[in-house]
C-alpha cells in the first residue's frame, strides 16, 4: 500500500514539474530560512541555562529615583556590598562580585589580548564554570590564575601550563601570576565571558577602593538560601540601603527627590541569572528579549506562506485529480486511506525540501554567521539532540498542516459528484483566497517594516551629532601605552607638518563602540548653590573642541596661554540650563576641587541617539594620559590620512595592535542591534514575497488552465488581449489589495511601538505603506501577467477543441 | 439479491422537487443479467447508483443479499464496495497515473489482500483477458475498448457478487461493444456473476435476461 502511494507520489511529481518546483522550492527556502533563524533564537535562549543553580542566582541592581520623578536601574555596585551581603542578609547563601576588561597578557616575549575576569572565591562554586586541571582554590591566591583550556593552548602551546608565570597587566600595574588550574572554556552562550579568571582581591589593589560605599563599579551576583524567598531577600538588602547609603540619601531628600512606588528612594532588585541575558537592567545584556521571539515569528510567517501554496496547489491540483479520488472511493478506499494517500504526498514533498533546506542552510551558514555575528557549524547544530527533535516535531507538523489539510478535504469530495464531473470550484476558493489574502499581508508587513527600519537606522546614522563624526578618527590606546602617558604628545610630534592631519587630541572617554569594545562614560553629582547637579563628565586635552569640531556659543575655548585653565571646564547649553545660569561663563562649580566655567558649546549627542542627550561637563587636563586619541583629519583623501595616522602610530607602539577607526564607524557599531534588525527584516521580506509570487504564479497557471474554454470563447468573441490579462489579474490584484489594507495598520502599529525605544526618531509617513502596497501590487501583477499574456495569446482553437 | 421496497429520489428545486425515481420496487435475484432501458432523464442511472451504494434514496429500503443497506455504517458500506459490488463506467475511470497492472491490483490494497495473493490474482485475470502484454502500459496508451476491458478487468479482481455497469459500452463501436457483450455474457454464465447494466442499445440489452423499462422514474 505504501509503495503504491509513493510510486503515484512520484509519477504525479514527473509529472507536473512547474507545481513540484514551486512546492519544493518554496518549502525549501521556507524551511532554509526558519531552520537559520530557530537556531539563532535558541541560542539566544539558551544563554546561561547551563549554570546548575540557576534557579538561585541573582544579580543585583539597584533602582534610583530621580528628582523628575522617573528612576534608573543600574548594576554597578560597591566593593563592600558582597561582604555585608553574606554576612547581614541571613538569606544569601553566598555572592560574588565580577568584572573583566581586556588586558594584555605575556609569556616569553609572547603578546596576547585577553578577557581577563576578576572573581571572588564563591563565583566557582555558584557558576558552572568548570575546572579541569589544578587547584581548585585558585582563587584564594592573589597571585594565582586560572585560565581556560584555548587560552593555555594559545599560550603554552603544548607546554603544561600548570605553574608557569604569566605577566598581566593592570593600567599602571604589572602584575605576575602563577597558572593554577585550567578551565573548561567558557560556553558561548554565556552572559559572563573570561579567558582568564584572578581573584577579586587583586582588581582592588589595583583600583583601591576595596571599602568605600560611594564607589559603584562591580556586577554583583547572589545565591539565595534554599527555601528563601526573593523578597524576603530584597527585604534584607534593603537594611543595607539604610545603613549604608545614609549619606547619599540625606542628599537626594534635599534634592526633593520623591520616593518611587514601594515608597524608597534606592530600592535593590535581584534579576535571575537565566535572564540577564535579555535584562536591560544588566551591563551583561546582550540583546532585547523580542528579538528571538523576533526570530521565530518570522520563521513561523515564512514557513506559513510556504505551506500556504503547498495547500493551494494540493487543493487546485486535487481537481484535476477528482477523477482518480472518485475511482479510489469507488473501488472501495475508506477516508483514512485516500487522508493516507495524499498526506504521504505531501509527506514526500516536504522531506525533499526538508534534505534541501539543511543543505542550502549549510551553503548560506557562513554567509549567515558573518551578517548576524554568530558562529555557528553545521555538525555542532545537528549534534544536540534538542535542535535535532525541534527540527523533526517542526518537519511533521508543517506536513500536517500542509498536506493534512488538503487531504481531509479532498477525502470529503462527494464521490458521485467527483464522477460526473460536477465538482464545484466556487466554494473551495474562498479558503484559497484567504491564503493568498495572508501570505501576502505577511508579505507587505514585511516590506513596510524593512522600510521604515531602514529610514530609521539611515536616520540614526545620519543625523547630525553636533560633531564632526566623518573626519575624525579615534584611536583607543591600549594599557601598556597608557602607563608610558606619552603617547598622545608624541603622537602630535610624529604628525606635526603633515598637511592631512588638522588637530590632535585626548579624551577619557570615547564617542560611539570603538575597536577596543563598549563605550564608556562618567556622571558626577554635585552641588551647586544649594541644589544637587547631576551632569556627564569628561576629562580631556587641548585642542578637543577644535577636533571634535564642537560649536561654541558662548566663552572660550580652552587655550595653553591661559594658566589657571588647569581648572578650566566647558559646559554644553543643556548644563548652563541645570545649572540655572543666564550667563554661565565664570561660574564655580565645586566637585573634586574647584572649576570654573570658561565657555559653553552647542549641544551635541555624546550618546547613543536612544537617549536624549544631557548635560555635559567637559574638563581640561594639561598633559593627561588619554584613554583615546582624537584625530582630526583632511576629508580630501580619507584612506589616506588613516593610512598616516597607523603608520605614525606604528612609531609610537610598534608591537601594539592599531585599532582606530572614523568615529561614524564607531557611531555604526552603536546601533549594531538596530542593523541586525533591519537585515532579519529585509531577509524575511525577501523570502516572503518571494514564495508567495510563486504560489501566486502557480495559482495563476492551475485558474487560467480551468478558465481555458472561457478565455477561448471571449476571445472567439473579440476579447482583446489586455481585456483577456485584466481579467484574470483583477480577481488577484483584489486579494493583494485586501492583504495591504490589513498588513498596514499592523505595520503600522508595530513601528511605532518600536521607535518609541528612540529619543530621536523620524516619523511614520504615509508613503511608505503606499510604497509597499505598490511594490507588492507591482510584483504581483509581473507574476500573474505572465501566464495570463500567455493564456490569452493562445490560438482559442486550441482551447475549445478540447472540450 | 438485490430488493428495492419504493423506492424514492428527488431533488429540491426552488419551493418544489425534483422527482427523479418515484415508488421503485425491484427484485433482481441471484445470477440474473439484468438491462436497464429508458430514455434520457428517466432515472437509469440514478437506479443504478443506488444499487450501487453510490447514492442514497430519500425513501425506500434497499436489501442487498437479505441486509438492510439503508441502515448500514459508513463502514459497513465500504465493505460492500470492497467485497461485493464491482463497478463498470462509461468513461472508464481509470486512474492515469497508474499502470495497467496497478490499476488492476488497486481494489484489492484497499482489501488487505497478501501480497503473493494479489500477485497471482492479478496475473489470472490479465491472462484470463488476454492483456498480459499490456500490464505496464498507462491508460492513455491503450485503446477505448482496451481501456475498457482494464476497467472490467478491475471489477472482477475483487470477485464481486454483482456488476454494475452504466452504459458500459457508450464510448465504443459496435465490433468493440459486442466483445464487450460477449464477456459480460460468459461472466453471466460461467462465474454466475449477478449483472445489472444501464444501456440506450437495444442489441445490448438484449444480451439479459429481463429488460427493465424506466420511463419518468416509474418501472414502465
Given amino acids: 500500500m505504501l509503495r503504491n502511494y509513493i510510486r503515484i507520489a512520484w509519477r504525479n511529481l514527473k509529472r507536473n514539474r512547474v507545481f513540484a518546483f514551486i512546492n519544493i522550492g518554496g518549502m525549501t527556502v521556507a524551511i532554509c530560512v526558519a531552520l537559520l533563524l530557530c537556531i539563532a533564537a535558541y541560542h539566544e535562549w539558551s544563554f546561561d541555562q547551563f549554570h546548575s543553580n540557576r534557579s538561585s542566582l541573582y544579580e543585583v541592581y539597584m533602582e534610583e529615583a530621580l528628582p523628575n520623578g522617573k528612576t534608573v536601574m543600574g548594576a554597578n555596585h560597591p566593593a563592600p556590598l558582597m561582604a555585608a551581603l553574606q554576612q547581614e542578609c541571613p538569606s544569601v547563601k553566598q555572592a560574588t562580585r565580577y568584572q573583566s576588561s581586556k588586558r594584555s597578557v605575556s609569556y616569553n616575549g609572547k603578546t596576547l589580548s585577553r578577557v581577563i575576569g576578576f572573581a571572588d572565591t564563591s563565583f566557582l562554586q555558584m557558576f558552572s564554570f568548570p575546572i579541569r586541571s589544578g587547584n581548585i582554590n585558585t582563587l584564594r591566591n592573589r597571585d594565582q590564575v586560572l585560565i581556560s583550556e584555548e587560552t593555555a593552548k594559545n599560550i603554552f602551546g603544548n607546554e603544561d601550563p600548570l605553574n608557569k608565570i604569566i605577566e598581566v597587566k593592570l593600567g599602571q600595574l604589572q602584575k605576575s601570576y602563577t597558572v593554577g588550574g585550567v578551565m573548561a572554556n567558557v560556553p558561548e552562550n554565556s552572559s559572563i565571558h573570561f579567558d582568564m579568571l584572578v581573584s577579586f582581591s587583586s582588581l582592588l589593589e589595583w583600583y583601591g577602593n576595596e571599602s568605600s560605599w560611594s564607589y559603584s563599579s562591580y556586577y554583583t551576583f547572589l545565591q539565595v538560601k534554599e527555601h528563601a524567598s526573593v523578597p524576603l531577600v530584597l527585604k534584607q538588602m534593603q537594611g543595607l540601603v539604610n545603613k549604608y547609603m545614609s549619606e547619599k540619601l540625606q542628599g537626594m531628600k534635599r534634592d526633593g527627590v520623591q520616593p518611587g512606588k514601594d515608597g524608597q528612594l534606592l530600592t535593590y532588585g535581584l534579576m535571575p541569572v537565566g535572564d540577564i541575558h535579555f535584562d536591560r537592567r544588566s551591563d551583561l545584556a546582550g540583546i532585547g528579549a523580542f528579538y528571538p521571539w523576533l526570530m521565530v515569528i518570522i520563521s513561523i510567517m515564512v514557513l506559513a506562506i510556504a505551506a500556504g501554496n503547498f495547500i493551494n496547489l494540493s487543493m487546485g491540483r486535487s481537481f484535476t485529480r477528482a477523477g482518480e479520488i472518485g475511482m479510489r472511493k469507488a473501488l472501495g478506499a475508506r477516508k483514512t486511506q485516500l487522508i493516507a494517500q495524499f498526506w504521504s504526498e505531501s509527506f514526500i514533498l516536504c522531506g525533499i525540501s526538508l534534505f534541501a533546506g539543511i543543505v542550502l542552510a549549510a551553503f548560506v551558514l557562513p554567509q549567515f554567521n558573518e551578517l548576524f555575528r554568530y558562529h555557528f557549524r553545521m555538525a555542532s547544530i545537528f549534534s544536540s539532540i534538542r535542535i535535532l527533535s525541534g527540527v523533526v516535531a517542526g518537519f511533521l507538523l508543517i506536513t500536517v498542516l500542509a498536506g493534512g489539510y488538503p487531504a481531509w478535504m479532498i477525502s470529503r469530495f462527494k464521490m458521485l459528484e467527483v464522477l460526473k464531473g460536477k465538482l464545484s470550484l466556487g466554494r473551495k476558493s474562498i479558503f484559497r483566497n484567504v491564503l493568498i489574502i495572508v501570505q501576502f499581508s505577511i508579505a507587505v508587513l514585511l516590506i513596510s517594516c524593512t522600510i521604515i527600519l531602514w529610514q530609521q537606522l539611515t536616520y540614526l546614522r545620519s543625523r547630525p551629532l553636533g560633531y564632526n563624526q566623518h573626519e575624525v578618527i579615534s584611536i583607543p590606546v591600549n594599557s601598556g601605552l597608557l602607563q608610558k602617558g606619552d603617547a598622545l604628545s608624541r603622537l602630535r610630534t610624529t604628525l606635526a607638518g603633515d598637511p592631512h592631519i588638522l588637530a590632535v587630541s585626548g579624551s577619557n572617554t570615547n564617542m560611539g563602540d570603538g575597536l577596543d569594545g563598549g563605550r564608556n562614560s562618567a556622571t558626577y553629582g554635585f552641588d551647586y548653590k544649594g541644589r544637587g547637579v547631576k551632569c556627564n563628565w569628561s576629562m580631556v586635552e587641548y585642542d578637543y573642541l577644535q577636533t571634535l569640531g564642537l560649536h561654541l556659543v558662548a566663552g572660550r575655548d580652552f587655550s595653553r596661554e591661559f594658566s589657571t585653565d588647569s581648572s578650566a571646564v566647558i559646559i554644553n547649553e543643556l548644563m548652563a540650563k541645570e545649572l540655572g545660569e543666564k550667563d554661565p561663563i565664570g561660574a564655580e562649580l565645586d566637585v573634586i576641587g574647584k572649576f570654573h566655567v570658561v565657555g559653553v558649546v552647542k549641544n551635541f549627542n555624546f550618546h547613543s541617539l536612544k537617549e536624549e542627550t544631557g548635560p555635559m561637563t567637559i574638563q581640561l587636563i594639561p598633559g593627561m594620559k588619554p584613554m583615546y586619541i582624537f584625530v582630526r583629519v583632511l576629508p580630501a583623501d580619507l584612506p589616506l590620512a588613516m593610512e598616516k595616522v597607523k603608520k605614525a602610530w606604528h612609531t609610537i607602539d610598534p608591537d601594539g595592535e592599531f585599532e582606530g577607526s572614523f568615529l561614524d564607524e564607531n557611531i555604526d557599531r552603536m546601533y549594531r542591534s538596530e542593523a541586525r534588525l533591519a537585515k532579519i527584516s529585509i531577509s524575511g521580506a525577501v523570502v516572503a514575497i518571494v514564495i508567495s509570487c510563486l504560489g501566486l504564479f502557480a495559482i495563476a497557471v492551475l485558474v487560467i488552465a480551468q478558465r481555458n474554454k472561457e478565455i477561448g470563447v471571449r476571445k472567439v468573441l473579440g476579447a482583446s488581449v489586455s481585456g483577456i490579462v485584466t481579467l484574470i489579474a483583477k480577481d488577484f490584484l483584489r486579494l493583494v489589495l485586501i492583504a495591504i489594507l490589513i498588513a498596514t495598520p499592523v505595520a503600522w502599529y508595530l513601528m511605532r511601538i518600536w521607535l518609541q525605544d528612540f529619543a530621536y526618531h523620524i516619523d511614520v509617513k504615509w508613503w511608505v505603506f503606499l510604497l509597499a502596497g505598490i511594490t507588492a501590487i507591482v510584483i504581483a501583477f509581473f507574476t500573474i501577467s505572465f501566464e495570463s499574456v500567455k493564456a490569452a495569446l493562445m490560438n482559442p482553437v486550441k482551447s475549445l477543441k478540447t472540450e | ?220
Fill in chain 2, 1 to 220: 439479491m438485490i430488493q428495492l421496497r419504493h423506492i424514492s429520489k428527488y431533488y429540491p428545486v426552488g419551493f418544489g422537487k425534483n422527482e427523479i425515481l418515484k415508488d421503485i420496487d425491484l427484485r433482481i435475484f441471484e445470477g440474473e443479467f439484468v438491462s436497464i432501458m429508458g430514455p434520457s432523464g428517466s432515472g437509469k442511472s440514478t437506479l443504478l447508483h443506488i444499487m450501487g451504494l453510490l447514492e442514497e434514496p430519500n425513501q425506500g429500503e434497499y436489501l442487498f443479499d437479505g441486509e438492510p443497506v439503508h441502515k448500514m455504517n459508513e463502514k459497513k458500506r465500504t465493505q460492500l464496495h470492497r467485497g461485493a459490488i464491482g463497478f463498470v463506467f462509461q468513461a472508464y475511470h481509470l486512474i492515469d497515473e497508474l499502470t495497467v497492472y496497478e490499476n488492476i491490483e488497486t481494489p484489492l490494497l484497499y482489501k488487505n489482500v497478501p501480497a503473493a495473493e494479489r500477485k497471482s490474482r492479478v496475473a489470472d485475470i490479465l491472462d484470463r483477458f488476454n492483456i498480459v502484454a499490456k500490464k505496464d502500459l498507462f491508460p492513455s496508451q491503450l485503446s477505448g475498448g482496451q481501456q475498457q476491458l482494464v476497467g472490467i478487468a478491475r471489477a472482477l479482481v475483487g470477485e464481486p457478487k454483482v456488476i454494475l455497469a452504466d452504459e458500459p459500452t457508450g464510448n465504443l463501436h459496435s465490433d468493440q461493444a459486442k466483445e464487450i457483450m460477449e464477456l459480460f455474457k460468459q461472466l453471466n454464465e460461467k462465474d454466475k456473476i449477478t449483472i445489472v447494466q444501464v444501456t440506450h442499445s437495444e442489441v445490448n440489452a438484449g444480451y439479459g435476461h429481463r429488460i427493465i423499462q424506466i420511463r419518468d422514474g416509474k418501472i414502465a
